[in-house]
């Protein structure tokens, strides 16, 4: 009966450390978004991070040779698994004050030390358990069979994780309690493998019960909102709630009420002088406004001062019904008959809109992140022209400066100078601390006091007196001076514009990350070049899934909005191709070096494949199409794994432990290089040309081993 139950036990145990594994990663990723204001810079760093940590700790598990050290490792090792991720979150918010000044953004120096701090013990002990796993897993066949069922029940609890989280744990717990349900599944392997080597009694099972105690107290004690809190000292919390877009937090500090979304300050009542410059600098250019479109924004007050212009249609897109619902709540909002609320996409809104509008406004922040940069593009203003009506207008803005203009934000200014200009004949820069952008096909008038005053329209701070000082001839010269023609276009699949707002973005930290990253770079070359051919041929196929990973994720996001509506689906998908992969690899009665060019030379075809996918409308991208390439890409990945494990195999343990090793360190170049710099410095169709290169070369390299 032992024998039986620990052939059950072990692959229960290394499937909820995968479900473990995907939903610690995104509730932890989603934490350090919300509490260092992160784009997709801190996301591909952390995903970067995590495969390090854990690769080192799957290449340290190798070393734990006797049977009686893996076994103590492998159920301690649960036990902190089940509750370090729920350490991390809370600290995570109180060392967000403690380790920095109050108000003061995190630097990406900073937060590599403060994430490798927090996430190391984690993601060693996880990378462990993995080689662990291969050596005391039974196995009918021989012990060389035993990385593949490890590398598949693995892969089988990242499934269930990625669709646990994304369509149940999201909707129904916030960020905090979400992973108590991990905690408890680690629990529950524990207390099989406990019952395998002290007997069914459960009081020989002295960590489950241990751990379960400790469950119920945090369950039992309001953790979330007094961890919050921590974030928010000197104001008072009266509302927060998670959504699939995000965390909604809504504080009051005597009579001024705050909303903060991920983090991100969006306003504060009133909002006043914001919604001003946003309106009364664009409207008053046109004699007849009667329909008017917002995109986000519409709860901090704007509405109130469009309605001046007496718009019969004001129609109204916001994302997230959360913050509808946050402001309905605590600001008494009402919408006059005149507005349109519309709760989905702006730019999937746009792109289906029948109604011609006089003027668009977009109450976005930057394009610091992919999901904004799509409302920055000349796809998304081309589609915009084609809404609005003969002489319409558009306006928005983007942080500026009054009276010093650095050369990557005269570069930032100018990418997206020249996309307007391919698009409208007029564009007008009104600069100050935001520039506010105004483009139409007719003329348009820096003269605001005079339009104002000749529509009648009442202000508070946009005025005449402030205007004199705002707009100047030497301010408006001063923009135009800065503008430089021979900046790219700002483009879906080649963000110009994020990119150029990442660079300032790290320009704001005065951090030299040359010497860090030609040393990592350095001993990345050395170590490829010191594994041998098959270690190498799995590195770059890590490198390879997990930057494909990243890519599919990020385009999905360009294509339809927010990759929360189906980061589940993707990454259910990929892992769903990894386990097919693998499976079917272990049913191969025999393989060689042949049969790892034939996976590459799939790859390469993928790769191709992909990229023709991108030329094609974002109407046939759909998720279905999305979540077939990550399914794709996941059985190519899949496959080669066992493959690799076959013919560089010793010992369950060692073989693993280097395989693995390769595998992740792959996959966290990948992730980072992608995403911090191939991304937004050449686009998407470069950095796949990219892979197909270094899969030639990997293909030329085993076809030298097999004639040597």
Partial sequence: MAKGLNVFAVPYAITVLGISHVITQITVIREFINVASGNEAVVGLLFSLWLLMTGIGAWLGRFASSYRMQHLFFRLSLFFVAFLPIIHIILIRFLRDFLFTRGELPGLGSLIMWAAALLTPYCLITGGLLTIACSILPSAGPERLSIGKVYFFDNIGDILGGIIFTFILIRFFNNLTILYVPAFLCLSGLFLIERRNTGRKWCRAPWTIAGTICLIFMVLVPLEKTSLQWLYQGQTIVDHRESPYGRIVVTKHYDQI????????????PNIFANEELVHYALPQREIIESVLLVSGGVS????????YGVHRIDYVELDPSIITAATDHLKIRFPPSVHVHEQDGRTFIEKATHRYDALILDLPDPSSLQLNRFYTLEFFTKVKSILSDGGIVSFAVSGAENFISDDQ???LSTLYNTLKRVFAHVLIIPGDRNIFIVSDTPLSADIASLLTHRGIATVYVNRNFLEGRLTDERLSF????????VPANHDFRPTAFYYSMRLWLSMFREHFRLPLGAAALFFIVYAASIGTINRTVLSTGFTASSMEVIIL????????SVYTGIGLIIAAFMLGLAAGSF????LISVSRRTLIIIELGIIFYLVTYMAMLGAASSMLSITVFS?????IGILTGAEFPVAG???????GKTAGSLYAADLLGGSVGAFTVSLYLIPAVGMYITCLLMIALKLLIIAGLLVRIRS
Wanted: some cysteine; glycine content about 8%.
């Fill in 258 to 269: 705050s909303f903060f979304e991920n983090g991100e300050h969006i306003f504060s009542t």
């Fill in 628 to 632: 077939i390439m990550a399914l794709l």
């Fill in 554 to 561: 990020l385009c999905y996001q360009i294509v339809h909005g």
């Fill in 584 to 587: 079917l690899s272990n049913q």
């Fill in 646 to 652: 076959r013919l560089e195999f010793s010992s369950p």
């Fill in 410 to 412: 005269a570069r930032f």
């Fill in 301 to 308: 007050g704007i509405i109130g001062e469009i309605e001046k």
């Fill in 479 to 486: 923009v135009n001076r800065h503008l430089q023609a021979d």
